[in-house]
């Protein structure tokens, strides 16, 4: 029997269905195509953070397994994050594994997970991963929620998990607090709220969470600062987080993601003025797209900022021979055709980007 024949005989149908999530290898030129924070590549800044953590790791116990109750590493987190006494929090490396633990413990064997569409496509592969049955409810056409829909597709199918992204990714929008609350109301079972990009947003339900006994908010430490620690996070109610920690891996997150992100963390005072610039770089990017004949860009509360061209494969490539990379999603989900996303990066890094399409698309 061939190495394919055995495949087709162990592995489930839904997951050879399944593309892996696409990672770009790294690019040599401007990166502006994954929401990283270039403002850490250099500067005085990043060499005190650089050697302050080096200093740490140094003296960690390395050779030890880690504590998997991260004391340290989730005082910080209280302290600069603001996260109350009374809701717990779990940590993961980077959220992926958090959906990833949520999707064991609730949807295992044929639970049904709801989320809009397009949205993180690690909700619906990490469902199916597990034997879950996964439902997209499309957006519409401007990327606004559809409530409806939503409303109607719960009273349908009933799911034990909703995956509200807040704002979205790769759209960039808000969603109303009216309808999400709605939507929270009507869910039968949990209803995680992931805040990704709550930095760049500067709204957030965190402080709401009380009032409703089956949400969560989930975060990541990615996308200001730490993409390459991996350092996610959830947060709500004790007994909600108890439950998902048994699903945890025993020593998930290493020692040396941990000393980085407190390194890191002392230092959120500096990684809040990056995101400070990065809005700023938003609003302007999305004044100069508007200029662009044919372009069209979409409001973002996020790091980033999606927009439709005439032809966004020719200006990818375009793009590309100059140095510069962004994201062509074009194939993702029938609403983002011709749709480019484009991550902040330094004041200068958008003076080259918005220079290239000028000469690309007038």
């Known amino acids: 029997m061939s190495t394919s024949e055995f495949i087709?005989?162990?592995?489930?149908?839904?997951?050879r269905a399944l593309k892996a999530y696409p990672v770009t290898p790294p690019w040599p030129g401007i990166k502006l195509e994954l929401m990283e924070d270039a403002h850490l590549d250099a500067g005085p800044s990043t060499a005190a953070m650089r050697k302050e953590m080096a200093e740490r790791v140094a003296e960690s116990a390395f050779n030890r397994y880690?504590?998997?109750?991260?004391?340290?590493?989730?005082?910080?987190l209280r302290e600069k994050l603001g996260i109350a006494p009374q809701h717990d929090i779990l940590i993961g490396t980077g959220s992926d594994e958090i959906i990833t633990m949520l999707s064991q413990a609730i949807?295992?064997?044929?639970?049904?997970?709801?989320?809009?569409e397009p949205s993180f496509a690690v909700f619906k592969n990490a469902a199916l991963a597990v034997a879950g049955?996964?439902?997209g409810v499309s957006l519409k056409a401007d990327f606004t929620l559809d409530l409806d829909a939503m409303l109607a597709t719960i009273a349908r199918e009933q799911p034990k998990l909703i995956w509200i992204v807040y704002p979205n990714n790769p759209t960039g929008?808000?969603?109303?607090?009216?309808?999400?609350?709605?939507?929270?109301?009507?869910?039968?079972?949990?209803?995680?709220?992931?805040?990704a990009y709550e930095p760049f947003a500067q709204r957030s339900w965190m402080p709401r969470i009380d009032e409703f006994?089956?949400?969560?908010?989930?975060r990541t430490l990615s996308k200001i600062g730490l993409a390459g620690v991996r350092l996610g996070y959830i947060v709500g109610a004790p007994d909600w987080i108890g439950e998902i920690?048994?699903?945890?891996?025993?020593?998930?997150?290493g020692v040396l993601q941990q000393v980085a992100a407190e390194v890191l963390l002392d230092h959120y005072d500096e990684l809040k003025r990056h995101a400070t610039l990065m809005i700023a770089e938003r609003e302007r990017l999305l004044v100069e797209l508007a200029k662009l004949p044919g372009v069209i860009p979409f409001p973002s509360f996020a790091n980033f900022v999606l927009a439709r061209f005439p032809d966004a494969g020719a200006v990818f490539e375009a793009l590309k021979s100059r140095g510069i990379l962004v994201r062509n999603l074009s194939g993702m989900h029938p609403l983002m055709v011709n749709t480019l996303r484009i991550s902040m990066g330094t004041s200068e890094q958008m003076d080259?980007?918005?220079?290239?399409l000028r000469e690309i698309v007038l």
Request: aromatic share 6%; glycine share 6%.
């Open 8 to 15: 087709a005989k162990t592995i489930r149908p839904e997951v």
């Open 66 to 76: 880690p504590d998997p109750s991260a004391p340290a590493l989730k005082a910080k």
């Open 107 to 116: 949807l295992a064997g044929g639970g049904t997970v709801v989320s809009f």
């Open 133 to 135: 049955r996964y439902v």
């Open 173 to 195: 929008n808000q969603y109303p607090d009216e309808a999400i609350e709605q939507i929270i109301r009507a869910a039968p079972g949990l209803v995680v709220i992931d805040e």
């Open 213 to 218: 006994p089956n949400v969560l908010i989930m």
């Open 245 to 253: 920690n048994k699903v945890r891996g025993p020593f998930n997150v």
């Open 352 to 356: 080259a980007l918005i220079a290239a």
